[in-house]
């Protein structure tokens, strides 16, 4: 091989120092559909008492239309792929970034409780769609020598949206004396809570139009010239450009096209491949995390803990989300994936079960007993602390790596599908399970968490250092 065709293909590998500041932007423009995604999945958090009291709803309603934004999410997620690949990947962001815009508008000026649970869902379609198409477009842009590194934006983006809009419906809860209720701007408070998304909903559209389409899908529609251009921009100077638009054209001719059909098979109707998918994310779900992100305030005031400070609470967790996070992408690739997924397992266990404990206390005036709130809010911390480490990032990992590649696609569409499904299960169920015994909820979710360990002991196989082509 010769030096300069050497340098050619380090140079395939490796952003050009001036061209990486470019690159960060364009991936972290992407990842503001991720922000939006952890934003406008939490930030109902602050309005679920707010909704229970102006529309007077019990426990099973409120949950379902707390819940039904998850509908959206399963349609979005599942249709996001199809329409990229016919319109390209900015026009999905720019629609997502629309229908996350009208969806807070909507959101925050309801004409009745069903108009609301429909803007609801027009806001769950948008963050479906942002859940596939920013990791796909980063995917498509990065240079291969910091594929890994950018991917991780939108993880990153994330669980900073989620503690953003904690944040800031702590900060307008202050700001209308601590009632949800209270008047703010004209509304109500959870009215500007909601309302609120319009800002980054805006400027991840405008984002949209200040990064190029993906090279992937313009050689795809047969603009090779307008791909060159990008690659160059992207990769730096010193990359063969002719050879680039090759590979990717080689790549996407030679890909097989998965089916659902090529994941039936076994005596389960699924491949055990699959349902070892189906198994992580079910898991992943069922040990309760989404409560803490939907519902904390509503658990810690039903508690007897005062709404502010319940909103604190809510803020400070998903801090220690962000802190689990990037824990977690730290050691993903040093540590391994399946001994991080059983010391989260572990610690969730712990965690979970002294929230339990806890909970199973008779409230004194309205109130947990000192004691057992103070170690309700540290173990829910642990809780949210040791998922965020482990199940929280290893499980999209694991999705992305463990499928042979003649089934990645489609069984990675039927994985995050069976995601969708247990956090709706969850979601809509917790109103209800806390009404009839808060504590008995937590020792299901407690089982889920210390069922998880034998499964992964079991039959999950560690993919770190594995190439893609060795699953099988």
């Known amino acids: 091989m010769t030096s300069t065709t050497q340098a050619q293909k380090s140079g395939a590998g490796r952003a050009h120092p001036d061209h990486l500041g470019h690159v960060v932007f364009i991936a972290a423009a992407a990842a503001m559909g991720g922000f939006l995604f952890g934003y406008d999945s939490s930030v109902i958090n602050g309005a679920v008492e707010a909704i229970r009291d102006r529309y007077d709803i019990g426990s099973a309603a409120l949950a379902q239309v707390i819940a039904i934004a998850l509908i959206g999410c399963a349609v979005g997620a599942a249709t996001a792929g199809r329409i990229a690949d016919r319109i390209g990947r900015i026009r999905v962001m720019q629609i997502a970034a629309l229908l996350f815009t009208v969806s807070a508008v909507g959101s925050a000026l309801p004409f ?62 202050n700001s209308a004396g601590g009632d949800q209720r209270g008047k703010l701007m004209g509304l109500e408070a959870w009215q500007v809570m909601l309302g609120v998304m319009v800002v980054p909903a805006v400027l991840y559209g405008l984002l949209s139009f200040a990064i190029p389409e993906s090279p992937r899908f313009l050689i795809s529609v047969g ?13 730096g100077a010193g990359v063969d450009l002719d050879a680039r638009v090759a590979e990717i054209e080689h790549a996407m001719k030679s890909e097989h096209k998965s089916t659902f059909k090529d ?17 992580l994310s079910v898991f992943q779900q069922f040990v309760g995390i989404n409560v803490a992100f939907y519902y904390s305030s509503t658990l810690w005031q039903s ?128 109103p209800s399970l806390a009404d009839w015994n808060l504590s008995a909820t937590y020792v299901i979710y407690t089982v889920f968490a210390a069922l998880s360990i034998p499964f992964v002991l079991k039959y999950v196989k560690e993919t770190k250092g594995k190439a893609l082509e060795e699953m099988g």
């Open 223 to 235: 603009k090779r010239e307008r791909a060159r251009e990008i690659l160059e921009e992207v990769e």
């Open 263 to 279: 994941l039936l098979g076994g005596s389960f109707f699924f491949k055990p491949i699959v349902w070892i998918g189906i198994g």
């Open 112 to 173: 009745s409780l069903w108009d609301f649970a429909f803007w609801r869902v027009v806001g769950g379609f948008a963050i479906g769609m942002a859940s596939v198409i920013g990791p796909a477009y980063i995917a498509e842009v990065a240079p291969p020598a910091y594929r890994g590194r950018l991917g991780s934006f939108q993880q990153a983006a994330i669980v900073i949206g989620i503690a953003i809009s904690q944040l800031v419906n702590w900060g307008l809860l």
């Open 303 to 430: 508690v007897g803990v005062d709404p502010t400070d319940s909103f604190f609470y809510s803020f400070t967790t998903s801090i220690i989300n962000i802190v689990g996070t990037v824990i977690a992408m730290i050691f993903v690739d040093r540590v391994g994936r399946r001994p991080l997924a059983l010391i989260g397992s572990a610690g969730m266990v712990v965690g979970l079960a002294f929230e339990a404990w806890a909970f199973s206390f008779d409230l004194v005036d309205g109130k947990l007993p000192a004691t057992q709130g103070w170690i309700a809010l540290i173990a829910a911390h642990v809780f949210v602390l040791f998922f965020a480490l482990s199940w929280g990032v290893v499980v999209w990992v694991f999705l992305g790596e463990m499928f042979p590649n003649r089934l990645r696609a489609a069984a990675l569409g039927v994985a995050a599908s069976a995601q969708w499904i247990a956090n709706w299960a969850i979601t809509a169920s917790f």
